[in-house]
């Protein structure tokens, strides 16, 4: 594993021997020889793991790693001192150090520390970023075009090269892409999204690389850019084209590359990432129009896959309905609704222009706001703006007894949706439904229906 180690230490010869043995593991390693040393390094050099020592001339190691640790809370910090008690380590586990090692220097120990440091660093960093993004769905659906899409995604996600995933919005773009990750051999490692469109053009460059402490108004301390984190695994930059030309030529030449320099800086910094782009735009017809560059299309488009609408698969749509009101089940804590098979023949007829998100969200809207355990073609209705289907849908009760209890239980349900419609005015209500106003009070109170006598 490789990582910047930096040494503080104000015995010249402890750093010299430390530097050499860590830098023949692989490491990168700088030193520094008193605390205000150790804190300029901090802001300028960016390491993965402090060694700090204790006893040194003017700020001690102890309150110099008081000071990292408000700083940098994650940076792992392996105290070392001549002078160790039970107390000073106890104390400096309490202020956040990950492991303390007393001279004269064991080296087998210190590159143990070192290597274990870093790899609980390492984790540390990606359970924090799977926790802020937990994992997405797999893509669901029998159809002939999404069995063809896992295909693709099945012989594409071993292999490390860059693919451009191209589909309208709400098509799960982003689901593919994270199931490439999940079938890669970096698949460990980190995954790591980038909306540029959800990125203002002014903090675009910051986002993808980081920046330096001042290198802008508001930037007050160094920070790693998603190049950076996502070292070892894979970017994701979702709606490629939203980028500028101006940063559509630097990521040219950082893909090419591989190293970039933050925002502000000068140190080159170098990185393995496997690339996938993503986007709802035809990037032919953006080249043309001079807004997205030919050059870096060449270089993101190495293996193109394309993600079908939803109304090009539409017999898909009764698997993902089940297993979204599966999933709305357990986030409200209640029982799956059902669909009936002329709801489902209504939505396999939609065009949906939203995909799969415009059909996620009205499931969302229909589990919530329809109070029956099966939705029918009459409650989809008013969420597609059609009238309510004859026959299809009606309540359980309009096919239950004799048929002066249905009319009954018919004028009941009618009367209730005008009422409702006319916020509860009794005048507006009879008008709208042609019945004197008496007349439609007596009928409210023979059905059971309660009023509030507004506009009489």
């Known amino acids: 594993m490789s990582g910047h180690v930096l040494i503080v230490d104000d015995e010249k010869a402890i750093c010299s021997s430390l530097q050499g043995i860590l830098t023949d593991e692989g490491y990168e390693v700088s030193s520094a020889h008193d605390g205000e040393q150790a804190l300029k390094a901090l802001d300028e050099e960016d390491p993965d793991l402090m060694l700090l020592d204790i006893w040194m001339p003017g700020r001690d190691g102890m309150e110099i790693l008081e000071l990292v640790?408000?700083?940098?809370?994650?940076?792992?910090?392996?105290?070392?001192?001549?002078?160790?008690?039970?107390?000073?380590?106890?104390?400096?586990?309490?202020?956040?150090?990950?492991?303390?090692?007393?001279?004269?220097?064991?080296?087998?120990?210190?590159?143990?520390?070192?290597?274990?440091?870093?790899?609980?660093?390492?984790?540390?960093?990606?359970?924090?970023?799977?926790?802020?993004?937990?994992?997405?769905?797999?893509?669901?659906?029998?159809?002939?075009?999404?069995?063809?899409?896992?295909?693709?995604?099945?012989?594409?996600?071993?292999?490390?090269?860059?693919?451009?995933?191209?589909?309208?919005?709400?098509?799960?773009?982003?689901?593919?892409?994270?199931?490439?990750?999940?079938?890669?051999?970096?698949?460990?490692?980190?995954?790591?999204?980038?909306?540029?469109?959800?990125?203002?053009?002014?903090l675009i460059e910051s986002e993808l690389f980081g920046h330096e402490k001042g290198a802008f108004t508001g930037a007050a301390g160094r920070k790693r850019g998603k190049f950076d984190l996502a070292n070892g695994g894979t970017l994701f930059l979702d709606e490629i084209a939203d980028m500028s030309l101006k940063t559509q030529a630097k990521i040219l030449r950082i893909l090419q590359e591989q190293r970039f320099e933050r925002v502000g800086g000068t140190k080159?910094?170098?990185?393995?990432?496997?690339?996938?782009?993503?986007?709802?735009?035809?990037?032919?017809?953006?080249?043309?129009?001079?807004?997205?560059?030919?050059?870096?299309?060449?270089?993101?488009?190495?293996?193109?896959?394309?993600?079908?609408?939803?109304?090009?698969?539409?017999?898909?749509?009764?698997?993902?309905?089940?297993?979204?009101?599966?999933?709305?089940?357990?986030k409200f804590h209640q029982e799956p609704k059902s669909i009936s098979p002329g709801a489902l023949e209504r939505l396999k007829a939609q065009p949906w222009p939203g995909n799969v998100r415009e059909l996620k969200n009205l499931m969302e809207r229909l589990f919530i706001l329809c109070p029956e355990a099966e939705i029918t073609a009459r409650d989809l209705a008013p969420f597609l703006g059609e009238a309510p289907p004859a026959g299809e849908g009606l309540p359980q009760a309009l096919g239950r007894g004799d048929f002066k209890e249905a009319r009954a239980e018919f004028e009941r349900l009618y009367l209730e949706e005008q009422l409702a419609r006319h916020g509860g005015n009794i005048s507006q209500t009879a008008e709208a439904v042609g019945l004197e106003r008496s007349h439609l009070h007596k009928k409210l109170k023979s059905l059971g229906l309660k009023t509030e006598r507004n506009g009489d």
Not at 283 to 310: K, M, Q, S
Request: aromatic content about 4%; some cysteine.
């Open 268 to 330: 080159t910094i170098a990185v393995n990432v496997r690339v996938l782009a993503a986007t709802n735009k035809d990037l032919t017809t953006e080249i043309e129009a001079g807004r997205f560059r030919e050059d870096l299309y060449y270089r993101l488009n190495v293996i193109p896959i394309h993600v079908p609408p939803l109304r090009e698969r539409s017999e898909d749509i009764p698997e993902l309905c089940r297993e979204f009101m599966a999933e709305l089940a357990g």
């Open 69 to 202: 640790k408000k700083r940098n809370p994650a940076l792992p910090v392996i105290m070392i001192s001549g002078h160790g008690t039970v107390e000073t380590a106890v104390k400096a586990t309490k202020l956040g150090a990950y492991d303390f090692i007393e001279k004269p220097l064991d080296m087998d120990k210190i590159l143990l520390s070192v290597r274990n440091a870093l790899e609980f660093s390492r984790m540390a960093e990606e359970n924090l970023l799977l926790r802020a993004k937990s994992a997405p769905p797999r893509l669901s659906g029998q159809s002939p075009l999404i069995r063809s899409l896992r295909q693709a995604i099945d012989r594409v996600g071993p292999s490390d090269s860059w693919v451009l995933i191209t589909g309208e919005n709400g098509t799960g773009k982003e689901l593919v892409a994270h199931a490439i990750h999940r079938h890669s051999p970096r698949a460990k490692g980190p995954l790591v999204d980038v909306n540029c469109a959800a990125i203002p053009e002014e």
